[in-house]
């Protein structure tokens, strides 16, 4: 569900593959139908998408003109195994990009943002390690 009680609360949405099939939902309802709560809308809503390559992208059209449309409601972060690299030299799976954003996004928890993840269930251990990783760097107990 959208936390549509509060219109500033930015949205961190990880999805891989047609785990992006919720969140066009929840994008649809902001930034392209005539609803209340895409009316009252002030927070940022911020995709990262995770597909092996760019011609495997979903939606990419929609996303491109939700970010014309409204930039500063819309961010948008793609991780293409097959043609990127992570900072190690590997693969840019998904938790590698959200993680090159680790202080943005820590940062938009503390102040109250809602995450949300779809997709494969086998992306989860890699995330899962990955937040809790950089909660230990800072000083946080990710079970908290």
Avoid at 33 to 44: F, I, L, M, R, S
Avoid at 53 to 74: G, M, R, V
Avoid at 86 to 108: L, R
């Amino acid at each position: 569900l959208m936390p549509e009680h509060d219109p500033t609360t930015d949205s961190i949405m990880v999805a891989t593959g047609t785990g992006i099939a919720p969140y066009r939902g929840f994008i649809r309802r902001l930034f392209v139908e005539d609803t209340p709560a895409g009316n009252a809308y002030k927070g940022q809503a911020w995709l990262f998408l995770g597909v092996a390559n760019s011609d495997a992208l979903l939606y990419d059209d929609e996303w491109q003109a939700a970010l014309k449309d409204y930039p500063e409601n819309f961010r948008l972060d793609y991780a293409l195994s097959r043609e990127q690299e992570n900072k190690k030299g590997g693969k840019m799976y998904i938790q590698d990009k959200v993680e090159e954003y680790a202080d943005e996004v820590f940062a938009k928890l503390d102040a109250g943002a809602h995450i949300y993840f779809c997709g494969l269930k086998g992306m989860m251990p890699g995330i899962q390690d990955m937040l809790k990783g950089v909660a230990e760097s800072k000083g946080l107990v990710y079970d908290e």
